[in-house]
């Protein structure tokens, strides 16, 4: 496996589903922004509806941090498009299906498994520099949660703006940090 950690985000162009309208996206329409790419490995599958409902019902705590979701399997945006007018868990989502039917974006984040043409469950998120900052990867039947995503995403965003500074384990927002040191060597 290659470095993932502060690794830029490849150059894609892709079509995606959003609010009721198909639209282009490329890697220039998401650097600039705090963003997280989701991977899934299919439409109308039984994880992955609990997953991305999940994500919806905590966009608007995602758009607060101004962080926008991609959603990313390797159907089309048609069947993204099918499975939100038909599925009233996926009928939630307001953030972009991208639809990746090459596997193009889902190669340039590693997680393709090639034998079935389908993504790993994989979680990237990239900060406004286009730079890749948290890495998950799970295998296909184990579920992720958006409310641990957040506190990632807030504990990634507090280190980028403090310089110096790194968040412990399982460190909340509003928690005290800490400051590497050799004043903090052993004393931990």
């Not at 994880?47 to 966009?59: F, H, I, Q, S």
Request: with cysteine; glycine share 10%.
């Amino acid at each position: 496996m290659s470095r993932y950690i502060e690794s830029e985000l490849k150059p894609f162009q892709a079509k995606a589903y959003q609010s009721g309208d198909f639209f282009d996206i490329s890697d220039a329409d998401v650097k600039g922004k705090w963003a997280v790419f989701f991977f899934y490995p299919a439409d109308f599958t039984f994880v992955c509806p609990t997953e991305l409902g999940d994500l919806a019902d905590n966009y608007e705590e995602f758009k607060k941090l101004g962080v926008e979701i991609y959603s990313v399997s390797t159907d089309t945006h048609f069947t993204h498009k099918a499975w939100h007018d038909t599925s009233d868990t996926i009928g939630k989502i307001q953030f972009p299906m991208i639809g990746d039917p090459t596997g193009t974006i889902t190669r340039n984040f590693g997680v393709m498994i090639e034998e079935e043409g389908i993504a790993d469950r994989g979680t990237f998120v990239i900060d406004p520099e286009g730079r890749i900052q948290i890495v998950e990867i799970t295998a296909g039947g184990i579920g992720r949660d958006a409310q641990e995503l957040l506190r990632k995403i807030k504990a990634a965003q507090y280190v980028a703006s403090h310089p110096g500074e790194v968040c412990p384990a399982k460190w909340k927002e509003g928690e005290e940090t800490l400051a590497p040191s050799l004043d903090l060597v052993g004393k931990i």
